[in-house]
């Protein structure tokens, strides 16, 4: 079966600084990785996907994200947070095929921004 | 403009009411889901739909029942709640199948926050 473990419930940094959010899976076949945000009161926007190929991938609003085959990871970067960026971030596996959209996702880190 | 759109944003409602989320999608996809959203838990997925025919109900109580009439409108007719089914409920579009050697990400309305009281 496959998981997703976000390790850090909450998250708070300053504005301006750097910011990594992890994220690790568990999939027994060529895992399909993504980021999703989510504002209070929105649904979900999709930061960045990982399918194939390189493995460090870029998103939207200056996120990028690396995926380790060998840690299973899939951690969610940022070089500098504006406070725009607080909200909950996700990660999600799926796989390809018939498995389209069954995405399974983890628990969610809520990211705060402090001036 | 998500592309999904939720209707209502909010709902309220009692234990012995019927009420229906509505879901609808203008981005030419041809499958839609419903996920629930409850505080501290995952998002758990509920119903899939796949050019109108149901292809996943992962155990959902029967009070919970999904409608696909065509590609772009998805319903929950929701009936004899109970307070503990309160939470966001998110539809979501995708196009199925995806490209080959991808996975078509999943895009998603702003909700129905759902008060069973």
Same mark, same amino acid.
């Given at each position: 079966?496959?998981?997703?473990?976000?390790?850090? *419930?909450? *998250?708070?940094?300053?504005? !301006?600084?750097?910011?990594?959010?992890?994220?690790?899976?568990?999939?027994g076949a060529t895992p399909y990785l993504f980021w999703y945000v989510q504002s209070p009161g929105q649904g979900l926007q999709l930061l960045l996907k990982y399918f194939s190929g390189d493995t460090l991938v870029q998103g939207i609003k200056g996120f990028e994200a690396e995926f380790k085959r060998s840690q299973s990871s899939f951690n969610l970067r940022k070089p500098s947070v504006h406070w725009s960026d607080a909200?909950?971030?996700?990660?999600?596996?799926?796989? !390809?095929?018939?498995?389209?959209? $069954?995405?399974?996702?983890?628990? !969610?880190? *809520?990211?705060?921004? /402090?001036? | 403009?998500?592309?999904?759109?939720?209707?209502?944003? /909010?709902?309220?409602?009692?234990?012995?009411? $019927?009420?229906?989320?509505?879901?609808?999608?203008?981005?030419?996809?041809?499958?839609?889901?419903?996920? $629930?959203?409850s505080a501290k838990k995952p998002?758990?997925?509920?119903?899939?739909?796949?050019?109108?025919e149901r292809v996943e109900n992962n155990s959902v109580p029967s009070r919970f029942s999904p409608e696909c009439p065509n590609s772009?409108?998805?319903?929950?007719?929701?009936?004899?709640?109970?307070?503990?089914?309160?939470?966001?409920?998110?539809?979501?579009s995708s196009q199925d199948p995806p490209p080959r050697g991808t996975n078509s990400p999943l895009h998603f309305g702003n909700g129905t926050r759902l008060t069973v009281t």
């Open positions: 079966a496959q998981s997703v473990t976000q390790p850090d *419930i909450h *998250i708070t940094v300053s504005e !301006g600084a750097s910011l990594e959010l992890r994220c690790n899976y568990s999939y909200a909950e971030y996700f990660c999600a596996v799926g796989g !390809g095929g018939t498995s389209y959209g $069954k995405l399974t996702f983890g628990q !969610g880190t *809520i990211l705060t921004v /402090h001036p | 403009e998500t592309g999904v759109t939720q209707t209502p944003r /909010h709902l309220v409602m009692g234990m012995t009411n $019927k009420k229906s989320l509505k879901c609808e999608q203008h981005l030419g996809h041809n499958a839609m889901y419903w996920y $629930k959203q998002l758990e997925l509920m119903f899939v739909y796949s050019l109108e772009s409108h998805l319903f929950l007719h929701l009936h004899t709640l109970q307070p503990e089914d309160s939470a966001l409920y998110l539809c979501a």
